[in-house]
């Protein structure tokens, strides 16, 4: 254990965290997606998993040390609902919640149609597998930067 981190962040995912740069993609996912053959792309190219954790269990620990991208309007995406892509089910509203609480604000996420996702998530730095089980508990964070002190 350690003070300040939240005991949620195994070492793996902390070090991942703590390696990616400025714009760099994570994949948040949930138990359905094929976390395990997307992450061999990967920049890391194996899967890190959070399986105890619902989405916005696994989000809230990772936004309580990963800074989102504010350069960006794509700084966070949730899959889209095939057949309805404005649909937002309560797993992406909790996860939402999770993200306008860690800005200090609201800051809708940007859909991202099924394939696509799948496309990103094959270029992103990582893929943690949650142990989400509803649908659509898939998400995109790119990571930002932390200024200086004043």
């Known amino acids: 254990m ?6 949620r962040l195994n070492a793996e995912v902390l070090r991942v965290l703590r390696a990616m740069g400025h714009g760099d993609v994570l994949i948040l996912a949930d138990t359905n997606f094929p976390s395990d ?9 194996k899967l890190l998993r959070m399986e105890n954790l619902t989405s916005a269990e696994a989000a809230n620990a990772i936004l ?3 800074p989102l991208d504010t350069f960006v309007d794509d700084f966070a995406g949730r ?20 993200i306008d609480r860690a800005e ?3 800051r ?9 996702f799948y496309d990103l998530a094959r270029k992103s730095y990582a ?7 509803r649908f659509y508990g898939c ?3 790119r990571k930002g930067v932390i200024p200086p002190e004043a």
Request: overall charge negative; charged content about 20%; proline content about 8%.
């Open 64 to 66: 309580s040390v990963l």
């Open 79 to 98: 899959m889209e609902v095939v057949g309805a892509p404005d649909e937002v089910p309560a797993v992406q509203a909790e996860v939402q919640a999770e």
């Open 108 to 116: 809708p996420m940007v859909p991202i149609e099924r394939f696509a």
């Open 37 to 45: 053959s997307v992450a061999r792309a990967t920049v890391t190219g």
């Open 104 to 106: 200090g604000r609201p």
């Open 2 to 7: 350690l003070k300040g981190i939240d005991n």
């Open 139 to 141: 998400f995109m964070f």
């Open 127 to 133: 893929v943690i597998q949650t142990g989400e089980r």
